[in-house]
């Protein structure tokens, strides 16, 4: 069965970028990210839902233009989809909650986990973390 996300309007809901990137499975260019460089403590959540996502600390420099983490903030977070848009094998990364598209998962991350999550600046949303 087919898993039932929450749906909105997006296309009210969203920018348009963040629409072509959440809804339309696009990828921003690299280095253009508001969170790319982003070294604040706190929670990276959807962009589409406010589903939390990411910590900080797993943030990390991945030198490939967008942001990247080496987990996920906890389990059941993201769902994944094998996808050939490009003629190769990718591990698409989506929202649990609302399906929205973040990016994608690589194997060639740091320890602990050796994974890269590859995600969209437009697909998320930063609530720092009050100390
Ligand atoms: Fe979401």
Not at 8 to 21: C, F, G, R
Not at 23 to 50: I, M, P, Q, S, W
Not at 111 to 123: D, M, V
């Amino acid at each position: 069965m087919a898993k039932k996300y929450i749906d909105k309007n997006w296309k009210k809901e969203l920018t348009d970028e963040e629409y072509q990137i959440l809804r339309k499975k696009g990828t921003e260019l690299a280095f253009t990210g508001k969170h790319l460089n982003n070294k604040k403590d706190g929670t990276y959540v959807c962009a589409g839902c406010g589903n939390p996502l990411f910590s900080s600390e797993t943030k990390f420099d991945s030198g490939s233009g967008w942001p990247s983490f080496w987990d996920v903030i906890s389990k059941g977070k993201i769902d994944i989809n094998s996808d050939y848009n490009l003629g190769m094998k990718r591990i698409e990364v989506v929202c649990s909650k609302c399906g929205g598209h973040l990016g994608h998962v690589f194997d060639d991350g740091p320890n602990p986990t050796g994974k890269r999550f590859c995600i969209n600046s437009l697909s998320l949303g930063f609530k720092e973390k009050s100390s």
